[in-house]
């Protein structure tokens, strides 16, 4: 463990600057946004820097820390604010950081039209440094903080032009649903500090291995459902979708290379618990690969271009989440896809991004067609992502998806055939709606009318994008030659404990497989979406309409928890109303009821007042005989 | 002085007779003044009341206050009370018919219940005591030893009692006290000279004694020579035709030319 | 006989004149059952004062004939007073206090 002093500056430099072009109002909005683009570049200068002298550290002290101050001590509630860079935490360090320069360079010309962009780029170094507060906290409080810093920044985000109420109710959505993640973290937390005594990571790993069965268990089972939460996974999946209202530079960055990604990073970061409890993590799996189908089915039946997208970033999340429950090596395959999804994820949106500036913000891929004469560079590093994210070899998801499928099938027994087939079927569909979005809007013929005139976006648009269909290209290459993602994070996901399990089939069998499913999909989407794509979208099987709805998740979480929600509401109203306030007003009501009979006694006759007054003396008397006695 | 030499806490068959026929009576005529219509009949009825007590007072050696009894209550208290019934009404009877609601159960009640605890509780006190007797206390007699009572120990209460029949007489005089509200001719015109100045002795003028215009927009003087605001026609003064009303009023100069 | 026989006497008459202060209406006839009272309790001073033998019960008799006396004399006046601005003696006339 070294000690640094430079590590705060990671997230203090997004922040003061997000804070400062939010107090300085009006006046910065000339140089705004160039502001928080240089700070956003130097932060990635400054994760670089940490890159490399990490790397020219070894063993035990390439994990980095920093101890900014005591945050809270009570009793024996002690937690520090302290910030813990190692091997995990760099990769999303420079994923952040890189991913999020480039979005900013390309939120400078896709927001240039907007009045206010200083805000936009203010909340975009909010969430950076939130983000990098959640992947360098040193503990799960500290992960806590970040991890609500991105809900709040994902907000403002979605909800950017809240003048329409749709999308400020999709934000106010997305925010409830991760709040429900939230509630499984701090159950996560709070148990994590009955049973241990401490909430950091060091303390947890430590007392790990001699806590009970149970609440390891639980503790798993919260930081998955945190996880499902953020990176919205079944049953927490809803508000992707909708999240898609937000501007596409957001999208981009937020719901799919990093935001989202944050439950990966908590269910890596937490492997001590996941290995330690095999019902967890066969939960993690069922969850992953619900999920990856859940998205994989829905996105086939998506005509909004982003929406679609979302669904694909469902799915390919379901894979990293399956990924994590493979055990300690599949901590780091499920690494390597997220990296590599950033890339192409975040290309093939900033892409979509492109072709919606292009077609005058027209999101339906049914009135595109044929955009790849006119956009080319658009089409070249949308396909570019395309290809890398149905895994064709020898682009970035080949490497990354091949790697989970088949450490899905060694995870031996009937488990290892439902999970390896179930990622099979996932690529498979994955490559049906991948080529579907692909050839709905760049190939074909056109299917716009005159008014649209779709052309070329400005180079400050496609440079960043192009930067990142290299990643597409060559990063699983990179990442996987010579296991050197594996090797890199073993330290921290004790990958070498791993046993070397057995193999049900050869890599290159499933290799070979997995080629074989994504050219077939490929191949019936192109015979159905080839030519004569109808611009009305048509009424459509069951099974499509189904799909449209998004698998009726709305009507389920409708039905489930806001009607009874609401009834609960409602009844609980009229108990406060009739019982409580009922209580409160029978008391005035007897009170009332008491004066009034009270109030016949004054008749205005003397003689009555003089009956009363020998009552008084009788009542005199009888208690001195009483006293007497 | 002659005592009439009864003897203390005896059963001795005098008194014995006295009390056993004479309370009954007592009794029933209490009952009868609360039932009888006529006021008059009442006021009789408590006048054999108090005679029976003070028969009861002389019986229990209390020579003086019998007779004062008999002179100050029944003789000047119960006139007092005809004399002021035959001022209100003598033929007025109530009527029996009681209109407060429960009024005469409640009254019976708290009769019986407060009769009950009274006996209770002073029967109690007194019953297993012996009567002392007033042998000793009257041994010069019973006048000189409530005088002796009087002067010696309770001195204060006596002279505050004086006053208070002094202050009672006044009270009396001042509430029956009536003014008149109809004066004499002679008390009205020596009234008349008695006021502040001579001036008022004829009283005020009457309406027209100093009226000097007939016209219509002139203001009509009231008895004291200035204006009267009434006198002129709303419409004119809506008009604007109405004229300062100043110069017409009397000044005390005109009036003493008057 | 029992020298508490003047007691019960007195309770009976005070209560008597108890009742009848509650239950008549004209002004002078209360006022009289006040004056019964008055004599039950003088009855009860006096037997007192036989009991134990000092004057004190007697003197304190007269003292309450005393004061008895000047009350009627105020008490009518101001009965008369009532009945020459109302023409009316009962005491159900006044009952404007009422609710």
Not at chain 1, 51 to 57: G, T, W
Not at chain 1, 371 to 383: D, E, N
Not at chain 3, 30 to 56: D, K, Q, Y
Request: with cysteine; hydrophobic share 55%; aromatic share 10%.
């Amino acid at each position: 463990m070294t000690t640094r002093t430079d590590l705060v500056f990671l997230i203090a430099l997004p922040l003061f600057s997000s804070a400062f072009l939010l107090l300085l109002g009006k006046i910065a909005n000339k140089w705004g946004h160039l502001f928080a683009t240089a700070i956003s570049a130097s932060t990635f200068g400054i994760g670089l820097y940490e890159f490399f002298a990490m790397r020219s550290r070894s063993g035990d002290a390439r994990s980095a820390t920093q101890h900014l101050f005591e945050w809270i001590s009570v009793g024996t509630f002690k937690v520090d604010a302290s910030l813990l860079l190692d091997q995990l935490s760099i990769c999303f360090v420079l994923l952040i950081t890189g991913v999020g320069t480039l979005i900013h360079i390309y939120s400078i010309a896709y927001m240039s039209h907007d009045v206010d962009r200083r805000r936009f780029f203010a909340y975009l170094n909010l969430f950076v440094a939130a983000m990098l507060l959640l992947v360098l906290g040193d503990s799960y409080l500290n992960l806590y903080v970040g991890w609500e810093g991105v809900g709040l920044a994902s907000y403002l985000l979605i909800g950017f032009w809240n003048q329409k109420p749709a999308y400020a109710t999709a934000a106010k959505k997305a925010f409830v649903a991760n709040r429900v993640g939230d509630v499984g973290l701090s159950l996560a937390i709070m148990i994590a500090f009955a049973q241990f005594g401490s909430v950091t990571f060091a303390g947890v790993k430590a007392g790990a291995p001699s806590a009970s069965p149970a609440a390891l268990t639980a503790i798993g089972a919260m930081l998955l459902l945190a996880a499902a939460g953020k990176s919205a996974q079944f049953p927490l999946q809803s508000w992707l979708g909708d999240a898609m209202a937000g501007p596409t530079p957001v999208s981009a960055l937020i719901h799919a290379a990093t935001m989202v990604t944050a439950g990966v990073y908590l269910i890596t970061r937490s492997n001590f618990i996941f290995d330690a409890s095999s019902t967890a993590r066969l939960l993690v799996v069922i969850v992953g690969a619900i999920t990856l189908l859940f998205g994989a089915i829905v996105g086939t039946a998506k005509d909004d271009i982003k929406k679609a997208l979302a669904a694909s970033t469902m799915s390919q999340i379901g894979y990293m989440i399956l990924a994590t429950g493979l055990g300690p090596v599949g901590y780091a395959f499920a690494i390597m896809h997220l990296l590599t999804h950033g890339f192409f994820k975040a290309s093939m949106f900033l892409g979509a991004g492109s072709v919606m500036h292009g077609m005058d913000d027209e999101v339906n891929m049914r009135r595109y067609g044929g955009l790849g004469k006119v956009m080319p560079i658009t089409a070249l590093t949308f396909g570019l992502g395309y290809l890398a994210i149905i895994g064709v070899p020898p682009f970035a998801g080949f490497y990354s998806k091949d790697k989970i499928i088949e450490t899905a099938f060694n995870a031996g027994g009937t488990r290892g055939i439902l999970l390896g087939g179930a990622a099979l079927l996932g690529a498979a569909i994955t490559a049906f709606y991948m080529t579907r979005v692909f050839v709905l809007t760049f190939m074909g013929s056109k299917r716009w009318d005159d008014k649209a005139h779709p052309h070329e976006s400005p180079s400050l648009m496609w440079i960043p994008m192009v930067l990142l269909s290299v990643g597409s290209v060559a990063s699983g290459f990179l990442l996987s030659k010579g296991s050197a993602l594996v090797h890199w994070l073993a330290p921290v996901v004790n990958a070498g404990n791993a046993e070397g399990g057995k193999e049900l089939m050869r890599p290159v069998v499933v290799s070979e497989l997995a080629l074989g499913v994504v050219i077939l999909g490929v191949f019936t989407a192109i015979v159905k979406y080839g030519r004569n794509v109808p611009v009305e979208a048509p009424t459509g099987s069951v099974l499509t309409r189904f799909a449209r709805r998004d698998l009726g998740q709305d009507d389920l979480n409708h039905n489930l928890l806001v009607l009874p929600g609401q009834a609960i509401t409602r009844t609980l109203v009229a108990t406060d109303f009739g019982f409580i306030d009922g209580i409160v007003r029978a008391v005035g009501w007897t009170l009332a009821y008491i004066s009034t009979s009270l109030k016949k006694i004054q008749n205005g006759y003397v003689r009555s007042y003089a009956l009363l007054m020998t009552a008084g003396a009788i009542a005199l008397l009888a208690t001195i005989w009483l006293v007497t006695l | 002085m002659f005592n009439m030499s009864l003897q203390v806490g005896s059963t001795h068959t005098p008194e014995a007779v006295l009390f056993w026929v004479l309370a009954p009576m007592a009794v029933l005529a209490a009952l009868g003044m609360l039932l009888v219509k006529k006021a008059v009949h009442s006021a009789l009825l408590l006048a054999w009341v108090m005679i029976t007590l003070a028969i009861f007072y002389i019986a229990q050696d209390a020579l003086f206050l019998g007779i004062v009894q008999v002179v100050v209550y029944t003789g000047a208290v119960m006139m007092l009370f005809l004399f002021i019934l035959m001022l209100v009404g003598v033929d007025s009877s109530d009527s029996l018919v009681e209109n407060i609601k429960g009024q005469r159960a409640a009254s019976i009640l708290a009769a019986i219940g407060f009769g009950g605890l009274l006996i209770s509780l002073i029967g109690r006190a007194v019953s297993h005591t012996d009567a002392v007797g007033l042998a000793t206390a009257n041994a010069d007699g019973n006048v000189q030893g409530i005088a002796q009572q009087l002067f010696t120990q309770y001195v204060w209460a006596f002279e505050v009692i004086s006053a208070l029949l002094i202050v009672a007489a006044l009270g009396a005089m001042v509430l029956a006290h009536s003014e008149r509200k109809h004066l004499s001719q002679r008390q009205l015109s020596v009234n008349r000279f008695r006021q502040s100045s001579l001036a008022d002795t004829a009283g005020l003028p009457a309406s027209g004694v100093y009226a000097r215009h007939n016209a219509v927009d002139v203001p009509a003087l009231l008895p004291d020579g200035s204006a009267a605001p009434t006198s002129i026609s709303a419409t004119l003064e809506a008009r604007g035709d109405i004229i300062a009303t100043a110069p017409f009023e009397l000044t005390s100069q005109e009036e003493e030319e008057n | 006989m029992d020298i508490s026989n003047y007691i019960y006497l007195s309770a009976i008459l005070f209560v008597i004149g108890a009742v009848g202060v509650v239950v008549r209406r004209n002004a002078i006839v209360v006022f009289m059952c006040v004056e019964l009272m008055l004599n039950a309790a003088n009855l009860a001073f006096v037997t007192f004062s036989r009991i134990n033998g000092n004057l004190g019960g007697q003197i304190a008799s007269f003292f309450t004939m005393v004061v008895a006396a000047c009350e009627v004399v105020v008490g009518l006046a101001i009965i008369v007073t009532m009945y020459r601005s109302r023409r009316s003696a009962s005491v159900d006339d006044a009952s404007l206090l009422k609710r």
